[in-house]
Every structure is written in structure tokens, then in C-alpha cells.
Nanobody, 117 residues
Framework: VQLQASGGGLVQAGGSLRLSCVAS????????MGWFRQVPGQERESVAE?????????SYADSVKGRFTISRNSARNTWWLQMNSLKPEDTAVYYC??????????WGQGTLVTVSS
């Protein structure tokens, strides 16, 4: 399975971006989809995930609650991260990932989000 993330870019504080992740290949029971971000020199931060057969369960980092929304399609091969009210501290490389309830198994290549103040 290969994951392709896109949608990053430069945006002013308060703006919005929508990230997309497309999975190619059979996902074989990996119904847990998510995003994490990383700033060079800092630890990876899990941002959001969506899981469950119906995708009816979501989880968010406290730092993005109320601003970011994760969603996915019914085929479970595409998921999105809608990011609103962006802050400079949201600047990072965002990666999508795919896995089972027990572990993450696949990662995308990352897309850079830069939020200017």
C-alpha cells in the first residue's frame, strides 16, 4: 500500500487548508487512518485519527481540537484533514498514516504546511 499526501502550502494565520491522503493498493483490514506532524528537531505529534468500520470514531490532539476535522470516504481509501483557524505553531510536515487498531502500518511522504503570522 502506498499513501500519497497532498494539500500543504503557505497560509496566513487564521486561514484554512485541506490535506488529502490517497491509499493505493488493497488496504486489507487497515481501517484506522490518521495524520501526524513533525517539526525538525521536535518529536512527532499525532494530530488526528479516524477509526472503526463506519469511521464513526475520531480522536484529536488537544492542540487541534475544535479547529481540525478528519474524515474519510466510504471506500476507506481516501481521507482528509480540514484545518481551520491555523496558527503559526501548526507549521510542520504533515504525514498521513494507515493501520490497524494495534499498530500503524503505512506512512505517506509528507506535505509541508507553513502558517505565517
Amino acid at each position: 500500500v502506498q499513501l500519497q499526501a497532498s494539500g500543504g502550502g503557505l497560509v496566513q494565520a487564521g486561514g484554512s487548508l485541506r490535506l488529502s491522503c490517497v491509499a493505493s493498493g488493497p488496504t486489507n483490514g487497515n481501517y484506522r487512518m490518521g495524520w501526524f506532524r513533525q517539526v525538525p528537531g521536535q518529536e512527532r505529534e499525532s494530530v488526528a485519527e479516524i477509526f472503526g468500520w463506519n469511521g464513526d470514531r475520531t480522536s484529536y490532539a488537544d492542540s487541534v481540537k475544535g479547529r481540525f476535522t478528519i474524515s474519510r470516504n466510504s471506500a476507506r481509501n481516501t481521507w482528509w484533514l480540514q484545518m481551520n483557524s491555523l496558527k503559526p505553531e501548526d507549521t510542520a510536515v504533515y504525514y498521513c498514516r494507515l493501520g490497524s487498531p494495534a499498530q500503524w502500518n503505512y506512512w505517506g511522504q509528507g506535505t509541508l504546511v507553513t502558517v505565517s503570522s
